[in-house]
């Protein structure tokens, strides 16, 4: 235990170890707060990913979520059993298990996540082969994904949420409940800064620039550029990569990922495409955003150029008609319109029915009042 957490800090950066005595209590969030990526691709049919060539250095990734799971800094253990052949040394790793099989050569890690979900890594050399030389080249030592299962229609769900205000306490109130975000396969909640507020853990993104504009006569939040970091950082961080979809949701939002995942059992889960909520511009309201991993890996590689090809939108426009600018007209990511997804009933006397989202309501009572009412004329789940 000892060691697996002094060789993984010796290989952090000097300021990385000083953010690493300050570490969240699970290894998801500790990779999440510190812009790290988890590898593997997506999953292909049976929930199996592969690493990819260009994999990054364990010391820059699982290191760091070995030490954490060392430190048993998780919130929920899961036994594992590893059955492998000529297994020379097995260790129990905090929350996690850590073996080493003398005959395939590598170290297999079991470790679970914030959502409780097991995940199997394998650590391997690998080699490369020069035919025309005869000879081999040892190349670095990586980990990857191998197995790890979330069911069909996984969500990854995230909202942001303003350090004053009432939003922290709905945030709260939903966690209490397993409402919302907290009860998708998992979940990450922005902020502006990395902390702890009402128990809800937030990842920071730092300076927010949202302004209030005006056009025609109406004011709307010009809130792009903390979205876009928001997302940005998802990207980064990869760990998307593990469920089917990626859903943003408002804090002010009642929110039902059961009805969520009837609506994709219709659509699939093996397509690239994003979910329009309304007929009219802005195609996407932000209260609910959807994306499926496909589209979110294509946005990946291709961020850059939504904010360079709509630099001139950044800064005037809400983020929900941006990212539909974004994912539609310059990504080219296929879109499917989905009425269900959304009521903006501001009042709980409309909430009734099975809308996947009702929004908005700001204060814990009249959320609570709208959650009782909807999930008691339909589905709650």
Known sequence: KVQVRRIAVQQLAPEQRQRYRTAPQSSDDFLEQHGQRREGLPPRSGGHAVGRRDALQPRRLDQQRMAAVAEGRQDRCVRAKIAACGVALLVAVGCGVLAYSGQGGGWVAAVTGDDGVMGLWRHKKHHHHHHHHHHHHKGPHRW????????????????????????????????????????????????????????????????????????GGVSYACNTIIFLKAWEHIVKVRRFYHYDWTCKVDPDSVFFPGRLKQVLAGVGDNHMMYLRNTHNFPYILGPIE?????????????????????????????????MHTCFGETLHIPSQLRTELLLNAYNVGLCGGDKVVYHAFKDPWSFKECHFKAGSMGLSW
């Open 144 to 215: 990857s994904l191998t197995h790890r299962r979330d069911g069909i229609h996984s969500l990854y769900c995230w909202a942001f949420t303003q350090m004053h205000g009432t939003e922290p306490q709905l945030l709260a109130t939903q966690q209490q409940m397993h409402w919302g975000i907290f009860s998708c396969n998992a979940h990450v909640v922005f902020s502006t800064l990395t902390g702890n507020t009402y128990g809800v853990r937030t990842v920071g993104l730092g300076h927010n620039p949202t302004r209030m504009c005006w056009n």
């Open 290 to 322: 959807v994306i499926s991993r496909g589209g979110l890996y294509r946005y990946m590689y291709r961020h850059h150029a939504c904010r360079h090809r709509n630099r001139n939108l950044l800064h005037v426009t809400g983020e929900d008609g941006f």
